[in-house]
């Protein structure tokens, strides 16, 4: 099945500075790579996703890039704040496209 | 509408009693997801569903049930609980394949003791 890496597991930055969250899969048949934000306690929600005919998407201050040469993905949030605090999860679908699989996830912590 | 919303919020088990998770979605979502986070490994998919009466096992099924009788509803059932079923249970919805969003719920916090 397909198997999702992803790295750091914990990133800290200053406010105002850019983060680089990155993923790799395994199965190269996936074809939709969607991130979710999680807060403490709350439940993760979609933030941004990308599919595998686009290399970049844009949303604000938050990006996603796609290699599928490589197999890896990346999310790019730029000027982050405090309130960008969070887990951020990568996932990628797999074969039969009705199942995700999600990366461990990657605690990222803005300073003010 | 109300999404997708799960009981209970929190509950506490002893080692081999049993117990029913409830999930339901008012979205007319047609696929639904059970999945367990534990602390620092992501979210592993327990069981799955593609509409009402059709079931298949996700990553980690073992010592769960599931059923759909409708569309609305995905219940989850623990047989035997056991230590490491300890975890933080979500459910989640989406409309259709897994390219489109997936809509979770607030999660059940399961200890078992």
């Known amino acids: 099945g397909e198997n999702v890496e992803q790295h750091p597991s914990t990133l800290s930055v200053q406010e105002g500075d850019s983060a680089v969250i990155k993923c790799t899969y395994s199965d190269s048949a996936s074809n939709y790579f969607p991130w979710y934000k999680q807060e403490l306690g709350k439940r993760p929600q979609l933030i941004i996703d990308i599919r595998s005919n686009v290399g970049e998407k844009k949303d604000q201050r938050i990006a996603v890039t796609l290699n599928k040469t490589a197999k890896h993905f990346s999310l790019h949030i730029t000027e982050t704040q405090p309130e960008d605090s969070a887990v951020y999860f990568c996932?990628?679908?797999?074969?039969?496209?009705?199942?995700?699989?999600f990366g461990k996830g990657t605690m990222l912590l803005v300073s003010p | 509408n109300a999404g997708v919303t799960q009981t209970p919020k929190f509950r506490i088990l002893k080692i081999g009693q049993s117990m029913t998770l409830q999930c339901a979605q008012d979205m007319n979502h047609n696929y639904m997801y059970w999945y367990r986070q534990d602390p620092g490994m992501g979210l592993k998919l327990i069981y799955y569903s593609v509409g009402a009466g059709i079931t298949d096992k996700g990553e980690v099924p073992n010592g769960y049930n599931v059923s759909r009788s409708t569309t609305e509803d995905f219940p989850l059932r623990l047989e035997l609980a056991a230590p490491s079923q300890t975890s933080v249970y979500f459910c989640?919805?989406?409309?259709?394949?897994?390219?489109?969003?997936?809509?979770f719920g607030p999660g059940t916090r399961l200890l078992v003791l």
């Open positions: 989640a919805s989406s409309h259709g394949l897994a390219g489109e969003t997936q809509y």
């Open positions: 996932a990628a679908s797999g074969r039969g496209y009705s199942t995700l699989t």
